[in-house]
């Protein structure tokens, strides 16, 4: 696998990997930090899109990094939504 593969795939899966530690965190700390929640997603997008950098050395930007978060909790929502009219 080339370094721009792993790249692509790294960026791909931010939306995927970003609910889930999102999913984690809310389990440990309970409903008493949830408003920060959205934020710490957007920040994670973006802390993902570091890692990504210095691993393969290619980026999307800071910017499409928080973006890429945030697109997780729209993913989450609308999960959310799928399981509450099922």
């Given at each position: 696998m080339d370094v721009k593969?792993?790249?692509?795939l790294i960026t791909s899966l931010t939306p995927v990997v970003v609910p889930l530690v999102i999913i984690g965190v809310k389990k440990?700390?309970?409903d008493?930090?949830?408003?920060?929640?959205?934020?710490?997603?957007?920040?994670?997008?973006?802390?993902?899109?570091?890692?990504?950098?210095f691993i393969t050395g290619n980026s999307v930007g800071p910017a499409w990094g928080i973006v890429l978060g945030a697109a997780g909790v729209a993913l989450r929502e609308f999960v959310d939504q799928v399981k509450k009219s099922v």
């Open positions: 593969t792993v790249s692509l440990i700390s309970g008493k930090h949830k408003w920060i929640l959205p934020a710490l997603a957007s920040i994670l997008g973006g802390v993902i899109d570091a890692i990504n950098l």
